[in-house]
């Protein structure tokens, strides 16, 4: 496998939205139904991937296999506090 971490690039954002839309299905059905995640899906994703990172002071990674997405983390400083959203790994 050729893992890497690389910086988020708009380039990546399709397949960045793709995972974080499986990622939320796998996590959240189960715990608050279907309707509710795909409600939820509709709202982060409204504005593709600048709902979570708008380009502020937000900085995103991505973990790679190859071309493909397998994990993600989303951070910011504020107020002298590392803020970390958006951390996901797939399972293999």
Known sequence: MQWEIKPYVSEKAEDFCA???QSW???YVSEIGRKATDSLIASMLSDGIRSLV?????????LQNGASVVGSIICAERNR???VWGLYVAQE
Request: net charge negative; no cysteine.
């Open 81 to 83: 506090f590392l803020y």
């Open 19 to 21: 995972f974080l839309k």
């Open 54 to 62: 708008p380009g502020r002071d937000e900085t995103a990674y991505l």
């Open 25 to 27: 299905l796998d996590t």
